[in-house]
Nanobody, 120 residues
Framework: QVQLVESGGGLVQPGGSLRLSCAASGVIFRIVSMAWYRQLPGKERELVASKTSDGGTNYADSVQGRFTISTDNVNNAVYLEIGSLKAEDTAIYYC??????????????WGQGTHVFVSS
C-alpha cells in the first residue's frame, strides 16, 4: 500500500504565494513521476505540473513562470511553489505519484487534496 499525505494549502491574498508539500510512504520500488493536479470549482481535474524521475518538468500554460515543481527523491516527496497567485488559481490541489511497487506492478496514487483559496 502507498499513501500520499499533502499539506500547505490555505487562504492567500492575490499576488501571494504558498508552498504545497506531498510525501509518499509505503511499498515503493521506483518512482516514475510526481505531479500536481488541481480541480477548479465546476471543472475537470487538470494537470498543473509534473516531474519525471530523469528530471524533466512540464507545466500548464496558465502557471508557467509562476509555479515551480520540485522533488526530494530521498524522502519521496514532491513540492509545488505557487506564486503570483490569482483568484483563478483557487482550487483543490492534488498530488499524484506514478510508481512501481515491484519489478512488474505500477500504479497511480493520489493525495487527499489540499484547498488553495485566493481572495482579498
Amino acid at each position: 500500500q502507498v499513501q500520499l499525505v499533502e499539506s500547505g494549502g490555505g487562504l492567500v491574498q492575490p499576488g501571494g504565494s504558498l508552498r504545497l508539500s506531498c510525501a509518499a510512504s509505503g511499498v515503493i520500488f521506483r518512482i516514475v513521476s510526481m505531479a500536481w493536479y488541481r480541480q477548479l470549482p465546476g471543472k475537470e481535474r487538470e494537470l498543473v505540473a509534473s516531474k519525471t524521475s530523469d528530471g524533466g518538468t512540464n507545466y500548464a500554460d496558465s502557471v508557467q513562470g509562476r509555479f515551480t515543481i520540485s522533488t526530494d527523491n530521498v524522502n519521496n516527496a514532491v513540492y509545488l511553489e505557487i506564486g503570483s497567485l490569482k483568484a483563478e488559481d483557487t482550487a483543490i490541489y492534488y498530488c499524484n505519484v506514478r510508481l512501481y511497487s515491484d519489478y512488474a506492478h505500477w500504479g497511480d496514487y493520489w493525495g487527499q487534496g489540499t484547498h488553495v483559496f485566493v481572495s482579498s
